[in-house]
């Protein structure tokens, strides 16, 4: 991955963190923890709860910044088809993403009955399959090829500008 422009690193970066969370949520789902459970009153749970939530906001604020930026771009090059059925994709996830972020806060504000927790599986289970292979289509065909869609200069301007607008994201609302 050496050979990423700024911004390609910049989208790498993102989609590996959604990918750890996503690795990590499919482990705690299946297998030895299908009865087992994330239980909010256990702060390890808890924490991990707070994190998956996190991450969800995370994908769709990324959804936004392709759909936005990145995409239009790839398309005046050309490459409608594809980022049509990337944006595709997108409309399929993030109800998917969605649907375990009511369940995770759920869950945390009012504990995990075997109803909600088979819920949440389900939810989970659905969201893996379509996020891990989404990851992949882009990474193998926008990722790796930034640098055959945009100039230097160009792609350099669009990482400072998506650098700052994830410091500001990252401000409170409401700071004093
Ligand atoms: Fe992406
Ligand atoms: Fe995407």
């Not at 702060?43 to 990145?70: N, P, W, Y």
Request: net charge negative; proline share 3%; hydrophobic share 45%.
């Amino acid at each position: 991955m050496s050979n990423l422009t700024e911004l390609g690193q910049l989208l790498h970066e993102e989609h590996f963190r959604i990918l750890v969370a996503v690795c990590g949520l499919e482990n705690r789902v299946g297998g030895a923890y299908e009865c087992q459970p994330l239980d909010a009153a256990n702060a390890e749970d808890r924490h991990q709860l707070e994190e998956l939530v996190a991450a969800l906001d995370e994908v769709i604020g990324h959804h936004a910044f392709e759909e936005t930026v990145i995409f239009p771009l790839i398309r005046q090059c050309g490459k409608r088809e594809l980022t049509n059925a990337l944006a595709i994709e997108h409309l399929a996830i993030e109800p998917m993403a969605m649907r375990l972020r009511v369940v995770a806060d759920a869950m945390l504000q009012s504990g995990t009955g075997a109803e909600r927790w088979s819920e949440f599986r389900a939810a989970a289970s659905a969201l893996i399959a379509e996020v891990l292979q989404h990851l992949q289509k882009e990474e193998l065909n926008i990722v790796q090829h930034l640098d055959e869609f945009l100039d230097p200069q160009m792609d350099h301007q669009l990482a400072l500008d998506h650098l700052a607008d994830r410091a500001n994201s990252r401000q409170p609302a409401f700071a004093l």
